[in-house]
């Protein structure tokens, strides 16, 4: 170790040999102060830390390197041959669980194997089936709201949304909703919602019989579903290992659940910020899916990480094998360097490669689907809702940590 450095209060880091101490900033993307207000604008005060910093309070790992440059992001994500996915997710599981998040923890060629298999299901195609049906539980949902001329946005539409669409994706009873929002709460945001690990671990147990069962059950009798796919897809004359399929289908509900939840959340406090980008998409609907990318770009809510696999240089600067790095998107999505005005919502930008969905072999398997219900959620309210605003009641707070996210979001219009 190369010694210790103050933090900003009292607090004493210790730091290792290879980091130079003048690359060292304390960097909290969970308890950083003003972060559950503004956690996207928390974060950017910290690119002027540098291009490379070293974070000793990583809240996961310890510490890790941290980038905000978008094209060493990119360097490190397109090379997994030096930057490996292995043991990411470790923080989140408890010591006895039974499962792995498959294809996340996976590094090629066992990622590539699990990516062939999925995508067929997961392409643009076969994913566009399910555009009916999503649109129909967005319009269940609005058809209760809209005369109530306020709503808690986030229980009553972000959080329902995505879960109906997980479940009938995965062939599952709408009926199980309640059960499986408990458990993404309880394995996702323990100390948020859930203050006991043995609440989560319990949470995840059940979570592996419910889904090993159903795998089972579709092995014996198939169906048009994603479960089914899964159980049942042969790779080279050989099926999934029943590891793999419990670690597919175990990812799936905890990243189908979430992800989509907070974008959404984000999405519609945007819009009720800036009445002007709202009515605009109002005049021409066909705009949406253009705005869709744009406020991925600008709300970027992921923050994983790479472990490098042998000692290596990024952007200049020394990493030791066995060091991790905070692949925070953020900071890749609002870069300066690669988006002028990266703070302004600009629909004139065209295409971006934005960091909403990751970037290279482990990018969102589920991105399509998860464009298409961000679309039909914006559509359909657009549609169906007058101008929505900012409504009276709780400040708005925010969860950060692998994902940022909002607790609640209160909307009024006149209905």
Avoid at 53 to 62: A, C, S, T, V, Y
Avoid at 153 to 181: I, N, R, T
Avoid at 301 to 324: N, P, S
Wanted: aromatic share 8%.
């Amino acid at each position: 170790m190369s010694g210790e450095v103050d933090g900003t209060g009292q607090e004493r880091y210790t730091v290792p040999s290879h980091v130079p101490l003048e690359l060292v900033h304390p960097f909290d993307f969970v308890h950083a102060p003003g972060i559950e207000q503004q956690p996207f604008a928390t974060v950017e005060q910290y690119r002027h830390c540098g291009r490379v910093f070293w974070n000793p309070i990583n809240p996961f790992f310890g510490g890790a390197w941290v980038l905000t440059r978008a094209e060493d992001l990119r360097y490190v994500l397109s090379n997994p041959k030096l930057f490996s996915n292995v043991g990411e997710a470790e923080h989140s599981r408890s010591e006895d669980a039974e499962v792995e998040l498959i294809p996340l923890e996976y590094d090629p060629p066992e990622h590539t194997r699990i990516r062939h298999l999925l995508n067929p299901i997961l392409s643009p195609p076969a994913v566009h089936k399910l555009g009916e049906g999503i649109r129909a539980h967005a319009s269940a949902l609005i058809d209760v709201l809209v005369p109530q001329g306020k709503c808690e946005f986030v229980d009553s539409f972000a959080v329902p949304l995505p879960v109906s669409v997980f479940l009938q994706l995965m062939g599952l009873p709408q009926g199980d909703a309640p059960m499986a929002l408990g458990w993404k709460s309880a394995i996702l945001h323990v100390g948020e919602h859930v203050t006991d690990n043995a609440v989560a671990d319990a949470a995840s147990h059940a979570v592996i019989a419910y889904l090993d069962g159903h795998a089972a059950a579709r092995r014996a009798n198939p169906r048009e579903d994603f479960i089914s796919h899964v159980a049942n897809a042969q790779v080279a004359g050989q099926r999934l290992q029943d590891r793999e399929v419990r670690g597919i289908l175990y990812l799936m509900l905890l990243a189908g659940l979430d992800t989509v939840t907070a974008t959404l959340g984000w999405f519609f406090h945007h819009l009720a910020a800036h009445p002007d980008q709202q009515a605009q998409l109002r005049a021409d609907p066909s705009l949406v899916p253009q705005a869709v990318e744009e406020m991925m770009r600008l709300y970027s809510i992921t923050v994983a990480h790479r472990k490098c696999l042998q000692d290596v240089e990024v952007a200049g600067v020394a990493m030791k094998k066995g060091d991790w790095i905070s692949i925070c998107a953020p900071f890749g999505s609002m870069d300066p360097e690669e988006f002028p005005d990266p703070d302004r919502y600009n629909l004139a930008r065209g295409l971006v490669r934005h960091f909403g969905f990751g970037f290279g072999p482990h990018i969102c398997a589920g991105a399509h689907l998860a464009r298409l219900e961000l679309t039909i959620a914006l559509e359909e309210w657009l549609a169906r809702v007058p101008p929505w605003r900012f409504a009276r009641g709780p400040e708005m707070n925010a969860y950060t940590g692998t994902s940022f996210g909002l607790h609640n979001l209160h909307l009024a219009w006149d209905a």
